[in-house]
Every structure is written in structure tokens, then in C-alpha cells.
């Protein structure tokens, strides 16, 4: 299942301190450029995942994909996260520093299958893996989990091929779970977010990950069993 994150982009509500209106008007028409070529990296992307998830379902019977969401940035995040950084906000920085304007998230279903996943797209000759962080196996302080790929897609367009990154998250359906409670309960909630909350999320996290493992050492029992009694079967037929 693919789901698409829509975000619009409000260029006319473009309004950066310190800039004047014509800086601000050639951000906006810089963004739709920004925004068109990003898009067609994503589409590509897209099609790629949804290619193997079409070949595992057909072949296999089993997906190692659950679903995949995918999304452009919002104007409003690229300018935060630029400002975070000390950069100005201009064109030439979003392509310079912002690496994550296009991104994908696959949701697996067992962490073995993050790690299958992770080799096909490493070996992958049409995308290259510029940048690697695994926060599954170190997390973040904040009990967060997920693999974290940057690659670099080819895009063609009339001036010729152009390489663009797409940041891929690859994590499974309960790191998910936690990963979007976690960011409803520390920012969208109304109520105040304390260092108790914070420890006791970080347990939660711990717990998660002591469910996935036991889903996959639960999966491996049961394919196990079915190998043991493939040849059995066979040899019944005969």
C-alpha cells in the first residue's frame, strides 16, 4: 500500500525576517523548480519500492513491505531546518544542506526484513547510498528507532540527468507505532511534555524492540516448521 503525506506549497506565504519582497519572490519561484525535480526523484523512488513490493507479493507470496508513505518537504520545514543549521535560506542551500526534501518510509514487518531491504537498495545500480545511519542498532537518546538511508536517484529532464537525494526510513509496523506517539505526545499534545514522560518512553521504546524481536524469532520457528515438513510433503506425493 503506498500513502502519499500531501503537503502544499504556500509560496504567497513566503515572509522571511530580514528579507525584502523581492528575495522573497525569487525564493517562491525557485521552489517550484525545487518542488518539480524533488517530486519526479520521489516518483522514481516510488516506483522502484513499489516494483519490488509488486515482485515479492507475486513471487513469494510475502512481502517484506508492509506500506510505504512518501512526502515533500514542507516550504516551512526546509526554512527551519536551514535557520537550525546557520545557513541562509536560499535555493543553492536547499540543494547544498537540505538532503531529506524528498522521503520515503517503508514499513516492514519483521526487522530482518529492514536489513533485506537495506541490500537490495545498496547494491541497487541505479541509486547510490551516499549516507548510512542505522538507529536501530544505536538509538537515539530519545529511545527512537529506524535505518536511515540518503540515495541518490537519477531524474531526467531536458537540460539531462540530474542526481537528486531521497531519504529512506525503513522500520517495522511497532517502531512506527512508538515513533508516532512519541511525536504526537512531545509535540502536538496539549499537555506539558517532562523528563519523566521522556524516561518512560524510552522504556516503551525498549519494550517495542523486545516485541519485534520475539515476532521474529516467532517467524523463523514457523518457517523453520514449514521447511522441515516441505520434503515430507513431497516425498507423500510421490
Not at 538532503?99 to 547510490?128: K, M, P
Amino acid at each position: 500500500m503506498m500513502v502519499e503525506k500531501i503537503n502544499q506549497l504556500s509560496l504567497h506565504n513566503i515572509h522571511l525576517p530580514g528579507s525584502t519582497p523581492q528575495k522573497e519572490t525569487e525564493l517562491a519561484q525557485g521552489m517550484v523548480r525545487v518542488n518539480h525535480l524533488y517530486r519526479s526523484a520521489l516518483k522514481i523512488a516510488v516506483a522502484q519500492m513499489e516494483i519490488l513490493d509488486e515482485e515479492f507479493a507475486t513471487l513469494n507470496d510475502r512481502s517484506p513491505i508492509h506500506h510505504i508513505e512518501y512526502r515533500i518537504k514542507t516550504l516551512d520545514s526546509i526554512v527551519e531546518k536551514l535557520q537550525r543549521r546557520g545557513h541562509e535560506v536560499t535555493i543553492d542551500n536547499i540543494y547544498a544542506y537540505v538532503q531529506d526534501v524528498a522521503g520515503i518510509r517503508i514499513i516492514c514487518n519483521y526487522l530482518d526484513d529492514i536489513y533485506y531491504l537495506r541490500s537490495l537498495l545498496t547494491r541497487n545500480e541505479s541509486f547510490r547510498v551516499i549516507q548510512e545511519v542505522d538507529y536501530i542498532k544505536t538509538p537515539k537518546p530519545s529511545g527512537y528507532r529506524s535505518l536511515h538511508l540518503i540515495v541518490e536517484v537519477p531524474i531526467v529532464i531536458s537540460e539531462g540527468t540530474l542526481h537528486l537525494p531521497v531519504e529512506i526510513q525503513l522500520r517495522t509496523i511497532a517502531m512506527d507505532m512508538w515513533a508516532s506517539l512519541e511525536h504526537e505526545l512531545r509535540y502536538k499534545s496539549s499537555r506539558a511534555f517532562s523528563d519523566a514522560d521522556a524516561k518512560r518512553l524510552r522504556l516503551c521504546s525498549e519494550a517495542v524492540f523486545e516485541v519485534d524481536r520475539e515476532m521474529q524469532n516467532i517467524y523463523k520457528g514457523k518457517q523453520a516448521e514449514y521447511e522441515e515438513q516441505e520434503p515430507a510433503g513431497e516425498d507423500a506425493k510421490e
